[in-house]
């Protein structure tokens, strides 16, 4: 693997590629990146020719202005990061991605996957990834995206567009890395304040209680119990539901269900942090 070319415009990054081979795979970030983002590479790498890494905060997907402007931004820290490890980084302009005179809006209704967890709360961030994820695919035409288990509800409704729109790109899903308190990498970790960060590993004690009591406590309860450990403070949980892992509705047997994900969501000081844990079955989707 030589250096990671660094291209900007969609034609020269299509030029580029032009002949190179067959497999292209598409890793789409929003940079800051860390060890979760690197797995998704690693595992892209070994079943692709091509691999590309992109680096976009896209805006439309953001539902609070303060998150956006102050999302971690750290371009030449990362091209130093990845320098070797893809093939082309992929940096577009926002007006790349949504030209003036381009209706990038899909039409698509994902309402019956939104209806729970981060759907309601942050209104309008699921038809910003599709958005997004939509015009990667028109332009790149990738036979592979890789996502990570980190954002559960996101990959499934990516999973449901590509299907749905009948595309020609696949995802593969790989596993959600952690820091060694169990607490999920994330680039909004950075944002933590230190005492706030010593904490955060609540959230993980949370899910794995709940992985533990599947089958032996009712969910509900579960849910409860978990949503009084993560009430610490400067910790302000959203949410945390038992959901199957295909409709993402909460669930009431568990013995009705192949796969069941526990996912949630909390606010860390100023901070929203997500997390999630299979509690039961395995996803389909997950890469080798
Ligand atoms: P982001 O840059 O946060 O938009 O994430 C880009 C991709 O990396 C998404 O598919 C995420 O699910 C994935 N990702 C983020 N954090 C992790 C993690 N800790 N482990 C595995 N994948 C992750």
Redesign the pocket.
């Known amino acids: 693997m030589g250096m990671t070319q660094l291209v900007h415009g969609n034609s020269e990054l299509r030029l580029a590629m032009n002949g190179l081979g067959s497999n292209i795979c598409l ?11 690197l ?2 590479i690693k595992a892209c790498q070994k079943e692709c020719d091509i691999c590309i890494v992109s ?1 976009f905060v ?1 805006p439309t997907q953001f539902n609070q202005k303060d998150d956006l402007e102050k999302y971690p931004r750290q371009i030449t820290k990362d091209q130093a990061l990845i320098q070797k490890e893809c093939d082309y980084l992929f940096l577009p302009s926002v007006s790349q991605i949504y030209p003036k005179v381009l209706d990038t809006n899909v039409d698509l209704d994902i309402s019956h996957l939104t209806a729970s967890m981060e759907g309601p709360n942050r209104p309008g961030h699921f038809d910003g990834v599709v958005q997004v994820l939509k015009r990667f695919i028109d332009i790149l035409e990738p036979d592979y995206i ?6 559960f509800q ?2 499934s409704i990516v999973d449901y567009m590509l299907k749905k729109l009948n595309l020609k790109t696949s995802l593969r ?6 820091e060694a308190d169990g607490l ?5 970790n950075l944002r933590l304040e230190p005492a706030i960060r010593r904490s955060a590993s609540i959230i993980f004690k949370a899910l794995s209680y709940a992985k533990e009591k599947l089958g032996k406590v009712k969910p509900g309860k579960i849910e409860a119990k978990a949503i009084e450990m993560m009430s610490i403070k400067h910790f302000e949980p959203e949410y945390f539901e038992i959901v199957d892992g295909c409709s993402m509705e909460r669930i009431k047997d568990p013995e009705a269900h192949d796969l069941i994900v526990a996912c949630t969501a909390s606010w860390a000081g100023k901070i929203r942090l997500i997390d999630n844990l299979i509690l039961k079955g395995e996803a389909e989707l997950f890469a080798e």
């Open positions: 890793v789409p970030t929003m940079g800051a990146l860390h060890e979760g983002h797995s998704l680096i896209n890789y996502m990570g288990q980190k954002d996101q990959f899903v790989c596993p959600t890395i952690r999920a990498m994330s680039s909004r």
